[in-house]
């Protein structure tokens, strides 16, 4: 079953580099970009995700205040929050949020993991 | 320059600070590796009390010519700022090897921007993070921002602090093996600062050599 991603990240080489990942891991997935809280919001409600991967530090609002914004509206979509800073309280807040932690630069077995889980949660639901 | 004994550090607390920076930058040159995919060499880490101005000129020593920089600043517990210094003519090189080199050069030109500040981002976060992790507080560490010019002005960003002034100073070059690529990475701490930092380095010496740091198991 093909799902589409929403990717949510300032920098569009971060962008890219997920998109790339997400091609290698699972071609016929779709990635949805957007480059902040606001055009996320947008997205969300345009094209549809299932699934949904946040920066955490972008201008605005942050991807963890997102995360649980996301978690409220939409309950059963997977979400990772994935952010250079790896200081533990990020992770912890990414739990409570809903949300899984995933450290940058992120790595195929990182995402795949995480998409593998996402994948097993949707077919569930 | 400060040399006021009761803000320098001791030998236990050197040690401590050193043991930290090489795990906090062993951390950022995995993640390195990680994103240009070439073996990370790293220099051991420099550790001195020295003015502002000198750390520019320490600096200077290595690299003559412009250089670029994410500069990052970071507060908390733990108050300072942290750069990723290239030198300017090597930047797209860097650029090239983080983004793959499948990409045509005007597209690298125009990202060269973003792949810096992604790099750094990650890079500084990383050594922080790390670091922050360890004496188990947090930090508020910025959004990346680019700046250009000599190492003077590079640390010098916001010109409201004396060059005099005693920073604690942490200094690590890098290279990659296959690629013309070359950087530092500082870390500057003003001394109010330090004395934060030396009350931190104590609890972690503590909770090294008492062996609680892994379970608190109570009686």
């Given amino acids: 079953m093909a799902y589409k991603v929403l990717v949510v990240d300032d920098s569009k080489l971060a962008r890219m580099a997920v998109a790339k990942i997400l091609r290698s891991l699972q ?13 996320a919001v947008a997205a969300l409600a345009a094209a549809k995700p299932d699934v949904a991967l946040l920066d955490f530090n972008m201008p605005g609002k942050d991807g963890l205040s997102l995360a649980a914004d996301i978690h409220a509206a939409h309950p059963g979509m997977p979400v990772a929050v994935v952010s250079a800073n790896i200081q533990t309280e990020i992770a ?10 995933l450290a940058k630069p992120l790595t195929e077995q990182a995402l795949g993991q995480f998409l593998e889980g996402a994948r097993v949660q949707l077919a569930r639901d | 320059m400060a040399e006021d004994s009761a803000l320098l550090l001791d030998d236990l607390e050197r040690d401590a600070l050193s043991e930290l920076v090489n795990i906090g930058v062993s ?5 390195l590796r990680s994103m240009v995919v070439d073996e990370v060499l790293l220099s051991v880490p420099s550790v001195s009390v020295v003015s502002r101005a ?16 994410v500069h990052q600043s970071f507060r908390g517990d733990l108050k300072g700022r942290a750069l990723l210094i290239f030198p300017e003519t090597n930047s ?5 090897a983080v983004t793959g080199g499948d990409l045509p050069l005007e597209d690298i030109v ?8 992604e790099t750094g981002n990650i890079i500084l976060n990383g050594c922080l993070g790390t670091i922050a992790n360890m004496l188990h507080r947090s930090l508020h560490v910025s959004l990346p921002e680019i700046l250009r010019g000599s ?10 602090t004396d060059e005099d002034a005693a920073v604690l100073f942490l200094f690590i070059n890098f290279t990659l093996r296959n690629r013309a690529v070359r950087g530092y990475i500082a870390l500057l701490m003003d001394l109010p600062g330090l004395q934060a930092l030396r009350t931190l380095l104590r609890l972690y010496i503590e909770r090294m050599s008492d062996g609680t740091e892994a379970v608190h198991v109570e009686p």
């Fill in chain 2, 110 to 117: 125009d990202l060269e921007q973003e792949a810096l500040s």
């Fill in chain 2, 27 to 31: 951390r950022a040159a995995a993640a």
């Fill in chain 1, 92 to 101: 912890v807040r990414a739990r409570a949020a809903g949300a899984v932690f």
């Fill in chain 2, 151 to 160: 190492s003077e002005q590079l640390l010098d960003s916001n010109g409201a």
């Fill in chain 2, 54 to 69: 000198e750390a520019s000129r320490l600096i200077r020593e290595y690299e003559t010519g412009r250089l670029v920089a």
């Fill in chain 1, 27 to 39: 071609p016929d997935w779709t990635p949805v970009e957007a480059a902040n809280a606001e055009e």
């Fill in chain 2, 92 to 96: 797209l090189e860097l650029v090239r």
